[in-house]
């Protein structure tokens, strides 16, 4: 409960921060992150301690974004873009638009409330072989197609979806349950905690 507590009090000075924060990472605070990039240590390293170091090494560097697990990376949910919108803002959001089905339906009809636009943000189909190939099916080439499918990574489960379940460790050295965070519970597996799974 500390660590939640702690965790709510840094976000709340980091959400008080957001008008004032740029559109771009300051490059001093950014050199700064270099002061992360340590070996990892043998044992594991008190909760707190992480946060406290994510916060004085990362928040400076960050840019303003009210979303969920924003350490400087790519940021997409439902989270900021129906906030947007319902400030009266349109919105284009990067991937992930959404962590699940209810949180699409939710998102869709904050849309249609506001009248806002909302574009997701996919820039892989404007690859050349992307936009080959739907060239082939616009004009029929591929024949009369009926399914689709579409995964990240293929149809396996390396980046998206459930893993084999593993033996969840103690929660001293990884609290499971507080790393999915707001994301649909799955089983534990190792191949989660790479850093970029949405």
Not at 48 to 73: C, K, M, N
Request: charged share 25%; hydrophobic share 40%; proline share 8%.
């Amino acid at each position: 409960m500390e660590l939640l507590e702690d965790a709510a009090r840094r976000a709340i000075r980091f959400l008080k921060s957001l008008d004032g924060r740029p559109v771009c990472a300051d490059p001093q605070a950014a050199a700064r992150l270099d002061q992360l990039l340590v070996p990892a240590p043998r044992d594991p390293t008190p909760d707190r301690e992480v946060l406290a170091q994510l916060d004085e090494y990362v928040s400076p560097a960050t840019i303003a974004s009210a979303g969920p697990r924003f350490f400087g990376f790519v940021i997409g949910g439902s989270l900021p873009a129906t906030l947007a919108a319902n400030y009266g803002k349109d919105v284009y959001c990067e991937k992930p638009c959404t962590k699940n089905i209810v949180e699409s339906i939710a998102l869709a009809d904050t849309f249609r409330r506001t009248g806002r636009v909302f574009q997701a943000g996919t820039q892989r189909r404007s690859l050349p072989n992307f936009m080959f190939s739907i060239d082939l099916a616009r004009r029929g080439k591929l024949g009369k197609l009926h399914t689709l499918y579409a995964h990240p990574g293929g149809l396996g489960t390396a980046t998206s979806g459930w893993a084999p379940e593993e033996t969840e460790p103690d929660k001293d050295v990884i609290d499971w349950d507080l790393y999915l965070g707001p994301s649909a519970w799955r089983p534990f597996n190792k191949k989660f905690l790479d850093g970029f799974n949405f």
